[in-house]
């Protein structure tokens, strides 16, 4: 079983739309998560951190499931900036120093 | 701040041939890590530093070298290029739980 698995993908959007990504981890004692958004052929940056209690960050939410090991990011209103690679990462140490990638989910967002 | 830099941007070696991947960065980070990334897939450890003096495995290690003199700088050697280490490679350093990447190295192995 891979440590991260993401839904495969690719997703493809009209703008405005809803759209969901769901990731599982199996490594239970992992201690933090995130997404990350990759450009086409550019370096990985930190969309947001997900929390046990759920953050939102203007058209984003992230929610964490620990029981079900679960992570999700719902985009709303899609623009078609949001086009990008989403990876889901997971911390397995409290340090910052290990993380674990999951092989990304594609969304393109259409006009 | 210029962030993370790495040089070169694109690289062709031939089988057999050493280079190294230079990173930079100008944040005064601990941390530092280099990942490869092969088409359509994750980003894999290669290795990664705690701090200056301080280097450690992560998931493929094989067939690579890194170091950590100083803070700043943390380079990675390829000593005999094969063609399965042709994939994108990135460097990133972090404070605490957020890393930040350089825009990454091409290699092609031929």
């Known amino acids: 079983r891979k440590e991260v698995e993401q839904d495969p993908g690719p997703f493809n959007v009209p703008e405005g739309a809803t759209v969901a990504f769901n990731c599982t981890y199996s490594n239970s004692a992992s201690q933090s998560f995130f997404w990350y958004r990759q450009d086409c052929r550019k370096e990985p940056k930190l969309l947001m951190s997900?929390?046990?209690s759920g953050n939102e960050d203007g058209r984003f939410t992230a929610q964490l499931n620990r029981a079900s090991q679960y992570i999700s990011l719902l985009i709303r209103d899609s623009k078609l900036s949001d086009s990008a690679t989403y990876l889901c990462v997971v911390d397995q140490e409290t340090s910052g120093s290990r993380l674990t990638f999951g092989e990304g989910t594609q969304l393109t967002v259409n006009p | 701040n210029a962030g993370v830099t790495q040089t070169p941007k694109f690289r062709i070696l031939k089988i057999g041939q050493s280079m190294t991947l230079q990173c930079t960065q100008d944040m005064n980070h601990n941390y530092m890590y280099w990942y490869r990334q092969d088409p359509g897939m994750g980003l894999k450890l290669i290795y990664y530093?705690?701090?200056?003096?301080?280097?450690d495995k992560g998931e493929v290690p094989n067939g690579y070298n890194v170091s950590r003199s100083t803070t700043e700088d943390f380079p990675l050697r390829l000593e005999l290029a094969a063609p399965s280490q042709t994939s994108v490679y990135f460097c990133?350093?972090?404070?605490?739980?957020?890393?930040?990447f350089g825009p990454g190295t091409r290699l092609l192995v031929l």
């Open positions: 990133a350093s972090s404070y605490f739980e957020t890393q930040y």
């Open positions: 530093s705690v701090g200056a003096g301080i280097t």
């Open positions: 997900v929390y046990s």
